[in-house]
C-alpha cells in the first residue's frame, strides 16, 4: 500500500480483477494483432516464413536473455543439458516467448485445418483445462493460453457480426 493513501477497498479488487487476466490478456491482443496483420494487411505468411520470423522475433530474444538472466541470478548452474534445455525453454520471466511462439505456429495449423471453428474453439478450451500436462519448451502453458490467443484471432475476423450483435450499450456491457 503507497504511504498517505487511505485504505480503498475497492482498489484492492481492481488490482486482483487487473492481475488475474493479464497475461491472458496479452495472449489475446497478440492474437488479435496476428489476425490483423493476415486479415487486413493481406500478409502472405507460409509456415516457413512464419517459423523463421517468430523464431528470429520470439526463440532468440528468450536464448539471449534467459543467458543474461543466468549469468545474473544463478550463484550454481545445473548440468550442461539441463542448463541448455532450461535456456531454451526461458529462464525465469522468459517462459512466455516460447509460449507466444507455440501459440502463432498452433494457430497457424489451426488455420489450415478443416473443421467448423466452434469444434476448435471446443478442443482448445478442453486442452486448456488438461494444460498441467508436463510437456517440453513451455507447450504446456501454450496449451493454456492458446484458446485466448486463437480466440481473438477468431473475434478479429468476425469482428463486423459481433459489432452489429453487440450494437446498443447494454449489450456491450453484458458481453
Known amino acids: 500500500m503507497p504511504e498517505g ?5 475497492s482498489y484492492f479488487w481492481v488490482q486482483k480483477a487487473s492481475f488475474a487476466f493479464m497475461l491472458e490478456m496479452f495472449a489475446f491482443i497478440s492474437g ?5 496483420q493476415i486479415n487486413e494487411l493481406k500478409k502472405k505468411i507460409t509456415f516457413r516464413s512464419l517459423l523463421k520470423d517468430k523464431f528470429k522475433r520470439l526463440i532468440i530474444p528468450c536464448i539471449v536473455f534467459s543467458v543474461l538472466y543466468a549469468a545474473i541470478f544463478y550463484d550454481k548452474f545445473p548440468g550442461f543439458i539441463s542448463f541448455v534445455y532450461k535456456i531454451c525453454s526461458g529462464i525465469g520471466h522468459m517462459w512466455f516467448l516460447n509460449m507466444l511462439f507455440w501459440c502463432f505456429l498452433g494457430t497457424y495449423l489451426l488455420l489450415k485445418i478443416k473443421i467448423r471453428e466452434g469444434v476448435k474453439i471446443v478442443l482448445l478450451f478442453l486442452l486448456s483445462i488438461f494444460s498441467f500436462i508436463p510437456l517440453p519448451f513451455q507447450m504446456t502453458s501454450t496449451l493454456y493460453y492458446m484458446f485466448f490467443f486463437y480466440l481473438s484471432f477468431l ?7 459481433l459489432i452489429n450483435k453487440f450494437a446498443n450499450v447494454k449489450s456491450i456491457i453484458i458481453f
Open 5 to 9: 493513501i487511505g485504505n480503498v477497498r
Open 32 to 36: 488479435y494483432l496476428f489476425a490483423y
Open 155 to 161: 473475434v478479429f475476423r468476425n469482428k463486423e457480426t
